[in-house]
Every structure is written in C-alpha cells, then in structure tokens.
C-alpha cells in the first residue's frame, strides 16, 4: 500500500484552496463592484469602496495560500512528511485561521473606508482592477483544478501498475509525477496537452494530416459557410415576422420547437438525406453549423427591429416614410447591436455543428474527426489538444465579430 505523505496534500489544499478563493472573487466579486459603480449617484460610495477593499483582500489571502502551497511543495520534496494526526491538526488550525480572518478583514474594511470617505476620493480615481488580473487569475485556477483532477483521476490505474510491478513503497511525489506521464491517461496533464498541440502543430506540416492547423481549417471551412447562411436566414425570417402578423403568429413557434430537437439527432438525418442525392463534402456539414446559428440571430434581430421608441414610429409616419424607409432608416441602425450579440452567440453554435456534423460522416479531417479517432484508440491527449484547439478557434472568431461590432457601431456614431 503506499503512503501518503500529507505534508504534499497539505500543499496542494492550500493551493487549491487559494486559487478557489481569488477565483471566485474574480467571477463573482467583480460583478458585484461593477454593479456598485452602475448605482453610483455621488463621489463617496460605502457599498463601492467596501466591495473594492474586499477584493484586495482575498486577492492578497489567495496568493499568500498559493505561495504557501508551494513552499510547502517544496519542503516535502526533500523527503519530509508527517503524521495522519498531524495533519489533522494542521487542517484544524487552517479552518481556525480562515473563521478569525473573516472576522478581521470585516473590521479592516470598515476602517478603511471610514479612512476613504473622510478624504472622499472621486468615484472615476479608484484604482482599476483590470481586465487581465481577472481573465489570467481564473486561467490560473483553472489550471490548478486540472493538475489535481489529473493527479485524482490518474491515480487508482497507476496504482495498479505499481501493484502488477510489486511496487509498494512508492513515495506520493512519484505517484504525482507518474499520473502525469501517462501514454493513456483518463485525464492528461495541462504539459502533455501542450507537448500534442506543439507537435501537432508546429512540428507538423500546415498540409499534413496529422497537423492540427490542417483539421481546423477544415472545421473552420464548414463553421463559416454554415455561419454564413444562418446569419442570412435569420435576418431574413427576423424581417418577415417582424413586418407580418400571421408570419409571427404562425412562424416564430415553429422557429423555437426546432431548437427542441438535438442536433445529434438531427446532424444524421441530415447527412443521409443529402448522400441519398449526391450531395456530401462540405454542404451537409454546413447546413447542420446554419441549424443550430440561424437561431440566435433569428430572435436577436427581432427583438432589435422593434426595439425603435414609439415616438420614434410615430415621427416616421408624421413624415410619411414608407415601411421600407423606417426599416433601413429605423429598424435597422437600432438592430445592429443586437445582430452582432446574437451573431457572438451564433458563431460559436455554428462551430458546434460543423464538429457535430464530421461524426457520423466518419470523417478524416477535421477536428470531429480528431475526436472520433481519438475516441477510437484511448488517445485521450489527442481528444484534449482538438477541444483545446476549438474552444481558441472559437474565442478567435468571437474576437473578430466584436471588432468588426466596434467598426461598425463607430462609423455608425455610436459607442459600446
């Protein structure tokens, strides 16, 4: 049986635990400040100043429990441990100095912004959190919980090799550093999931099959020709529900019950139906990408054209305008904002379904088709590096729409 050394789990507790803390203050706290400074109304904001001393303070309370982790780590990688009663013990002492820290940081932040508000600052001075503190403080936690759910999930298969070796004093740092090594691991480690994506990648010919750039290209070719037509469908359904009566009345509930059918359920219908004509390669794919985005920007537009004031409507027909004059002049210079949110939220179902789309096709390229072989021979790291490799191609093309968001609404005269 091999022993544990807690002094390790000791260090990747308060690491853990430290990144848990900085990132729920950074999911959550943050909405919280932004919240306050939404309700400002004067320069001195108790509530503003009290939610910004707080982050500070967790902020310091999680990086200090991550250092400690560490140096922790560290100690116990010269072969020092100590006892299960110890441990305990330790624990104890932790949970005690976490119930007298809340009592304390209560009271320091009640000071601090009586010290605030007798120099009342202005609301527009306070120093900024940032935008990459949060993002980079979450990635950091993110990458925390996946070292330990690698270490978790790894580690009943490792020790059944150490037991088929007759291996039964094997330190817990060998443990940790083997269930990351693994050739099939149920959870590979973040370092195995780069090695692939380097490899595959820039160790790769951009036209080789086994390069990752190859496979996405292929996905991305399908996401944006399905974009394509689920953005023009669904300006187009959006303009004849919105101008229509009976077509709102009769149109708009079917539009929602489609989405109610999944699309793995459909994506195959689709591919053999189209086969079944001779029609294959890249258009039944595409089509299952316009599913699934047609949706978003379907309901997006409409909620955009009626969004125009009624005051508005009604200087239009004080000037006589025709339908087609209040839409391009009206309707759709107030629809622009919602089209680009609901083409955010398209783009990367439109992804989804190209992925969806080269599984029953038994593809050979694409990143569904990396998936599926992956899912065929235990290649669990493969698996990762083209989910990685997707969620980046889909954070780029919501990038693009943004930018291309702020072009238009500048050149429009409004800002966002």
């Known amino acids: 049986m091999t022993e544990i ?33 939404s309700r400002s109304l004067w320069d001195s904001n108790p509530f503003l100043f009290e939610s910004l001393i707080g982050k500070k303070f967790d902020d310091a309370v999680g990086f200090l429990l991550i250092l400690a982790g560490a140096v922790i780590g560290i100690v116990s990688s010269f072969g020092l441990s100590v006892s299960f009663e110890i441990f305990i013990v330790w624990i104890f002492v932790v949970f005690s100095l976490l119930v007298v820290y809340r009592v304390v940081r209560s009271r320091l932040i009640r000071a601090e912004v009586k010290r605030i508000e007798n120099q009342r600052p202005s609301l527009f001075g306070l120093p900024s959190t940032g935008a990459a503190g949060p993002v980079l403080t979450l990635l950091l936690a993110i990458l925390g919980l996946w070292y330990v759910a690698t270490v978790a999930l790894n580690a009943p298969f490792q020790r059944d090799i150490y037991a088929r070796a007759g291996q039964t004093d094997v330190p817990f740092t060998q443990l940790v550093a083997d269930t990351m090594m693994q050739e099939r691991p149920v959870m590979p ?9 380097w490899d595959t990648t820039v160790n790769k010919r951009i036209t080789s099959n086994r390069s990752l750039f190859y496979h996405t290209g292929i996905t991305l070719s399908s996401t944006l020709t399905g974009f394509a037509l689920g953005t023009l469908l669904g300006i187009v359904l959006a303009v004849l529900v919105v101008h229509s009566r009976v077509l709102d009345k009769s149109l708009m509930p079917w539009v929602i019950s489609s989405q109610t059918i999944p699309v793995l359920a459909i994506a195959p219908m689709i591919i053999v139906v189209l086969n079944s004509v001779g029609i294959s390669g890249l258009l039944p794919k595409a089509l299952i990408s316009t599913y699934l985005s047609f949706f978003p920007v379907t309901v997006g537009m409409v909620k955009g054209l009626r969004s125009p004031e009624v005051i508005h409507m009604d200087l239009m027909h004080t000037y006589s305008a025709t339908k087609l004059d209040t839409f391009w002049k009206l309707r759709l210079p107030y629809a622009v904002p919602y089209l680009f949110t609901s083409m955010k939220v398209g783009i990367a179902a439109s992804l989804v379904g190209a992925i969806v789309g080269e599984l029953p096709t038994g593809a050979v390229a694409g990143l569904g088709a990396r998936l599926l072989a992956g899912s065929y021979y235990g290649q669990t790291v493969q698996i990762w590096s083209a989910l990685i490799m997707a969620a980046v191609l889909a954070g780029l093309l919501v990038s693009l729409i943004g930018l291309a968001e702020k072009i238009t609404l500048r050149r429009m005269g409004m800002s966002r």
Not at 17 to 33: K, T
Not at 189 to 197: L, T, Y
């Open 5 to 37: 050394n807690y002094l390790s789990v000791l260090s990747y507790m308060a690491g853990a635990f430290g990144a848990l803390i900085i990132a729920f203050d950074s999911l959550f706290q943050r909405s919280h400040i932004l919240y306050q400074i």
């Open 189 to 197: 480690s973040p370092q195995q999931v780069a090695v692939e994506i």
